[in-house]
Structure formats: structure tokens, C-alpha cells
């Protein structure tokens, strides 16, 4: 299996009735050239993230990853009331076995903890979530 096969469990755009799910392997450019993807998650990535990576090809985990509170591209999702659903490693118990757990958090709270903590507690960034309504504000 190459590395993009395995990564396609990761890519996926989903739709409930207040909110659009994607998944954080994608990169920006894979979304843009994406059948799927609204044309309004399109025209966000062109004017308000792709200015600010410079020429990047950043996957979706990899931005957020590192994201830090500031940035117009960190303003643009804040706005659109993003949450980030990752895996972190927990151990419960002093024999327990280390194990992953899911965890949903908003876009600000999830920017705080710094990225040499996400890497010690081994997360792993799955999707965002975002607000459909506030996307049609935009």
C-alpha cells in the first residue's frame, strides 16, 4: 500500500446538517483540485490560507498542528467556529497499557498547547469540524 492509499482514510469531506467534516490529510492544494469540496472551502483556502503559507503544500494536520493563535488564516477558522477532532495517547492506571483516545476540541483551546506537547502526548489531528452557517457568512 503506498503512502496515499493509506493516508484516504483521512481524506473525506462529510456533511451533517450544521457542519462540514474534513479530514486532515489532505493538503490544501488536494482540497482545491477536489470535486467534492464546496466551492466556498475553495475560495477560503485561495484568499485566506494559501496567502499566509507561502507557497506551502501544508496537509490540513500539519497546519493546525503548529497553528499558534495568530495568523489570518487562525482568524478565518476561528471565525467558522472550528473544532479539531484528534487522537492522544493516554495511560490509565499505573499497569494499563497505553492506549488511543478521540477527543473534540475548539479551534482556540487546541492552539494552546504547544506543539512539543502535542508531539509527548503523541496527537494525532483527524478532522476539523466547522460551522456550515457561519461559512455562509463569509
Avoid: C, W
Avoid at 40 to 59: A, H, M, Q
Avoid at 63 to 86: C, I, P
Avoid at 116 to 132: C, D, T
Amino acid at each position: 500500500m503506498t503512502g496515499h492509499e493509506e493516508n484516504r482514510d483521512y481524506k473525506y469531506i462529510m456533511q451533517e446538517l450544521s457542519t462540514l467534516y474534513i479530514g486532515a490529510k489532505y493538503t490544501y492544494e488536494e482540497l482545491i483540485a477536489e470535486e467534492e469540496v464546496p466551492f466556498k472551502i475553495k475560495s477560503l483556502i485561495n484568499t485566506y490560507v494559501k496567502p499566509e503559507l507561502e507557497g506551502e503544500n501544508l496537509s490540513i494536520e500539519s497546519h493546525f498542528y503548529y497553528m499558534d493563535g495568530s495568523g489570518f488564516a487562525y482568524q478565518t477558522f476561528l471565525q467558522l467556529k472550528t473544532r479539531v477532532r484528534f487522537s492522544i495517547l493516554q495511560t490509565k492506571g499505573k499497569n494499563a497499557q497505553a492506549s488511543y483516545v478521540t477527543k473534540v476540541m475548539k479551534l482556540q483551546d487546541f492552539v494552546k498547547i504547544p506543539p512539543k506537547e502535542k508531539e509527548e502526548q503523541g496527537v494525532m489531528i483527524q478532522e476539523i469540524g466547522m460551522s456550515k452557517l457561519a461559512l455562509m457568512t463569509l
